[in-house]
């Protein structure tokens, strides 16, 4: 039996999460491999008998990663299953994560999820989250991976009533929150000599050398190019988003967490008191960049 698990991060968690599942994954079968998407010919998916997904809860599944399930040949009959790691409202990726893969025939067997920091100029530093995905968490998806081998294995051997039935999850409303565009400031920019922003771009799609410079059309407000950017030379008006995202911190945000934290889905790595619910990130630490992608 042959494996995959194929994964898209922006910041780093969900490529550990991943790296757990796929050593839980190669504890049961040495025929498995891990990519991103962005490094995967979507077409070699056919080679596979089971495909793990993982990625980041972006209002539901990143447009990057539905492209890419979206150009996939058929996948009829094979197993498949999902993970992603989120901030606090993680429901909106399941809906579209199955309708995703079901769409291309393939029996998803398994879903979970885990907690992960988040980096958003419009939300507090530290977070509610951050910590997350800890040594816990990733012994946790160690045994989701070894799991779903295992799982997959009895399936494909005739034990078809192991398929799990999963609930009906209705897709949350999207969240309506302002989506500020990025642009340039010509003068502190340093391409073609620095990529960072063109290489990042989880859509593919910024082009400096066009004139005007362009940023991504179908951009996904992740705001990955101001906060990279190590001269400040993307300007992101974060203002409107900052305002509205800190009322659904105290409107949704805080309640949800603490019920989570209640039924001891949550554990809570950073106290409440050191999150400072009334200040975005961007205007705690505006220095440039805002984050640096780790060398790993
Ligand atoms: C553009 C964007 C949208 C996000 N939307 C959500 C969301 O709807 N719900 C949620 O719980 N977390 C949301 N988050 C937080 C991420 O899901 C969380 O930080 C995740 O662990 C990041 O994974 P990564 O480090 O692998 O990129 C969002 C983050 C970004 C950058």
Redesign the pocket.
């Known amino acids: 039996m042959k494996s995959i698990v194929i994964y ?8 550990k999460v991943a790296k757990a599942v796929y050593q839980g994954m190669r504890e049961q079968s040495d025929q498995c491999d891990i990519a991103t998407v962005k490094e995967t010919d979507v077409g070699r998916l056919t080679e596979y008998d089971l495909i793990v997904l993982g ?6 599944v ?1 447009l990057n990663v539905r492209l890419f399930f979206n150009a996939a040949p058929s996948l009829k009959g094979k197993h498949a299953a999902a993970f ?7 429901e ?1 990726f399941f809906p579209q994560a199955i309708e995703l893969l079901e769409k291309k025939g393939l029996i998803i067997i398994g879903m979970n999820d885990w ?6 100029p419009t939300l507090p530093k530290p977070y509610f ?1 951050d910590g997350h995905p800890d040594e816990t968490d990733l012994k946790e998806a160690e045994a989701f991976g070894r799991e779903m081998v295992e799982l997959s294995r009895r399936i494909y051997a005739g034990e078809t009533h192991l398929i799990p039935t999963f609930p009906e999850m209705p897709t949350p409303p999207p ?1 309506n929150l302002p989506k500020p565009r990025p642009t340039l400031i010509k003068e502190k920019c340093g391409f073609p000599k620095c990529r960072l922003c063109v290489d990042n771009c989880p859509m593919e799609d910024i082009d400096l050398s066009a004139s005007p410079p362009r940023f991504a059309r179908n951009c ?5 190019c101001e906060m990279i950017c190590p001269r400040g030379a993307i300007h992101i008006d974060y203002e409107a988003r900052a305002k509205a995202s800190l009322e659904r911190v105290e409107e949704i945000f805080l309640k949800r967490l603490e019920q989570a934290e209640a039924e001891g889905r949550f554990r809570r790595l950073v106290p409440l008191e050191n999150v400072d619910q009334k200040t975005p990130y961007y205007k705690v630490f505006n220095k440039h960049p805002r984050y640096v992608i780790p060398k790993d």
């Open positions: 898209f991060s922006l910041t780093g968690n969900t490529k990625s980041p809860v972006w209002g539901g990143p992603c790691t989120h901030g606090i409202l993680p909106s907690y992960g920091s988040v980096f958003r989250t969240s996904t407000s992740c705001f990955f």
